[in-house]
């Protein structure tokens, strides 16, 4: 695998079965078997290449799984139908009654809804800090604290996390950290970072083109195996699912993703350098009047 997260997606190459440069799109929502055991091992995750039900994964879902694994650098990853429905999964996965988030106070609109207003009701507690103090995060933990919750910048008031930091927080408390890393693709690695879980709304810049929404969850195959399981992942159960032609979509998209994480950085630079001069002008010519 190369260091750079552009390459990784670039090298991932998955054709059509009759030869096309994209792979054929799975509309399906069950799979067939030709012998009962290999039925059986698929339910215990054993058997590679096949699938149950759409629910669980598909060829398409698969493929976008595996390019968003490759770009952020984690075993392997989970596509939903929408970045809300990622970033739930893995709270419920994670976290159980009598539990404790510290979270991000800048965090996403419905993350924040959902810490506030609904996971009090299954009697998980959120406490929200000023992620960019160490000193307030640390504080906030607690022994029932089960993760640390961050947005590597957060939407939209773009707070930088200190995800090197972070990450030695909570190995020191050993509970988790979570990085929400819709807002810099590419830009940021979580996981080199020391993130255990990376979360992505794909609505934003790795699709790009304000047509479809989606989410993902990065992180070790024993984490994305568990959010999968028949019997208890809050993938499976809740049904997040993304269905099989955005994925295709998103896929295609996430070809030009380096391109465009480019030309956002300098624009970004551009507004920035730019803004700075007027400042310093507007301030040498408050200096200036009499």
């Not at 029932?144 to 030695?168: R, V």
């Not at 940021?188 to 304000?210: E, M, P, R, V």
Request: glycine content about 6%; some cysteine; charged content about 20%.
């Amino acid at each position: 695998m190369s260091n750079k997260p552009a390459n990784n997606i670039q090298d991932l190459q998955y054709f059509g079965e009759f030869g096309g440069v994209n792979p054929s799109i799975s509309d399906s929502a069950t799979y067939t078997f030709l012998h009962a055991k290999t039925m059986l091992d698929t339910f215990e995750g054993h058997a590679e290449g096949c699938y149950l039900y759409s629910r669980h994964t598909s060829p398409s879902n698969l493929y976008l799984s595996e390019a968003l694994a490759a770009m952020e650098f984690t075993e392997t990853a989970n596509v939903a139908g929408s970045g809300m429905g990622a970033i739930t999964s893995v709270f419920l996965q994670v976290c159980g009654a009598g539990d404790h988030i510290v979270a991000g106070r800048t965090i996403y609109g419905g993350t924040y809804a959902f810490l506030k207003n609904f996971a009090p009701k299954l009697n998980i507690s959120t406490s929200f800090v000023d992620i960019t103090s160490l000193e307030k995060v640390e504080e906030a933990i607690t022994l029932n604290t089960k993760m640390i919750y961050c947005e590597s910048i957060s939407n939209p008031l773009l707070e930088i996390a200190n995800i090197t930091e972070l990450s030695k927080i909570a190995k020191k408390h050993n509970i988790i950290l979570v990085v929400d890393n819709t807002f810099s693709p590419l830009i940021i690695s979580a996981q080199k970072l020391g993130a255990d879980i990376t979360i992505h709304s794909l609505t934003k810049f790795i699709n790009g083109t304000n047509d479809t929404v989606g989410g993902v969850v990065c992180g070790t195959r024993e984490f994305i195996d568990s959010l999968r399981n028949v019997n208890n992942g809050a993938a499976m159960l809740l049904g997040p699912v993304m269905d099989s032609f955005r994925a295709a979509s998103i896929l295609k998209n996430l070809r030009t993703l380096h391109i465009r994480m480019k030309k956002h950085s300098e624009n970004a630079l551009y507004l920035a350098e730019n803004f700075e001069k007027k400042w310093f002008k507007s301030c040498i010519s408050r200096l200036k009047k009499p």
